[in-house]
């Protein structure tokens, strides 16, 4: 591997590192309550702040989580749950109503800690009124193909789901409620990480609406009942049942970003953080990146070279025929394309969210859209080799 693979390499596995559940929940644990304490959550990375919770709380506790297939890590008091990711499946519609009978009928004197992270929203699906798990496995796989943005997507599911936008912490009334974030979307707001289960929702079913007929998603007759009729309203802020709830963002992009930064910055390299919330098309996103880096490289403008850009956010993929929308890889072969025979750029573009083991890109936990891996490296040979590699298979008599 290349000095600048490995560099990209362990700049990767330090924000990784950053996003850790060990190194960023304990300090957020909250003060043991004098009844009982309730632990729930959901996310691709929920089972391991599971873990990590149980092993710094010195009292008694229960609880329930849902992960993806393959995350599970064993528990003593906690129970895991698997389920699919990222079209939610019959196990994530039954680990929601344990969950919402496991804090139905809580006390004041009761805490429940709610263990949230990226996948949350697929994993924890309980559908509206009206509505069924076929409804909201059809819905998932148009909004992915159609290109919508992560919060246009999230405010969708909050006004389809009977457990989301605020639904569950208002189950959870009168116990005090702390939810334990791990951010994976573009401004960090609560309402869109899971599509918001114990936060207040502003948006309302006609914006749901709205967002449907922009990208011209057919939904079936219920769908469309349960949002004109406004009867899949949200729990709004300053709804009473959430007078007693806390959330803390204890990981997030920039703090990922910054460990990333300080990897660079101690190997002697300039680096510079463009922004934590990128959105859009990826393969549009990876062409300006491009046009940024081969200005740099030729006029030392805006940063002069030899330097590391650094960005997070979430783009989307607008699917076009079979494919499969792996946002870091289209981003990455679309920089490649536009990097013009430039053969001063190296990149990589990885996904962290549930990332645990890092020995190879190949062996990631951390998934890049539907696809199992977490993202790719790309360097002036890549597109070369792709092409050889695509001549070579087109020869007759090749296996």
């Known amino acids: 591997m290349g000095i600048h693979r490995t560099l990209l390499r362990r700049m990767f596995d330090a924000a990784v590192a950053a996003a850790q559940p060990s190194a960023c929940l304990p300090p957020h644990l909250p003060a043991p309550p004098k009844g009982r304490t309730i632990v729930i959550g959901a996310g691709k990375a929920s089972a391991e702040m599971a873990r990590v919770f149980e092993r710094h709380w010195s009292g008694l506790l229960q609880g329930l989580v849902v992960t993806r297939y393959g995350d599970a890590v064993p528990c003593e008091r906690i129970t895991i749950v698997e389920a699919a990711h990222p079209v939610p499946d019959a196990a994530g519609l039954e680990a929601a109503r344990r969950i919402r009978a496991l804090v139905t009928g809580l006390a004041e004197d009761d805490l429940v800690v709610c263990l949230v992270s990226g996948g949350g929203s697929a994993l924890l699906v309980e559908p509206g009124e009206g509505l069924t798990l076929d409804d909201k496995q059809a819905i998932n796989r148009a909004l992915f193909a159609s290109g919508a943005t992560n919060a246009e997507m999230t405010c969708v599911r909050r006004h389809l789901s009977a457990i989301k936008g605020g639904r569950l912490a208002a189950a959870c009334w009168p116990a005090r409620v702390v939810t334990l974030l791990m951010s994976d979307v573009p401004g960090d707001d609560p309402v869109d990480i899971a599509s918001g289960p114990t936060v207040g929702d502003a948006s309302t079913c006609a914006d749901a609406l709205a967002i449907l007929r922009r990208y011209a998603i057919h939904v079936p007759h219920a769908v469309l009942e ?72 030729k006029w030392s403008q805006p940063f002069s070279p030899p330097c590391i850009l650094v960005s997070g956010g979430e783009t989307s993929v607008t699917l076009r025929g079979k494919g499969r929308g792996g946002r870091n890889v289209e981003f990455l072969l679309a920089l490649g394309v536009a990097r013009d025979g430039h053969t001063g750029i190296h990149a990589i573009a990885c996904d962290t969210e549930g990332v645990d083991g890092v020995e190879g890109i190949d062996g990631i936990d951390g998934i890049d859209g539907v696809e199992e891996i977490a993202g790719a490296l790309l360097d002036p040979g890549t597109l070369v080799r792709a092409r050889l590699g695509h001549q070579a298979a087109r020869q007759p008599g090749q296996p």
């Open 226 to 297: 349960l949002l004109e009729s406004g009867a899949g309203e949200s729990v709004k802020p300053g709804d009473a049942r959430l007078a007693r709830c806390e959330t803390r963002l204890i990981a997030t992009p920039q703090r990922a970003l910054e460990a990333a930064a300080a990897v660079a910055r101690e190997a002697g390299v300039a680096v510079h953080i463009l922004g934590d919330d990128i959105e859009g098309e990826a393969r549009e996103v990876g062409i300006v990146m491009a046009c940024i880096a081969r200005q740099a490289g």
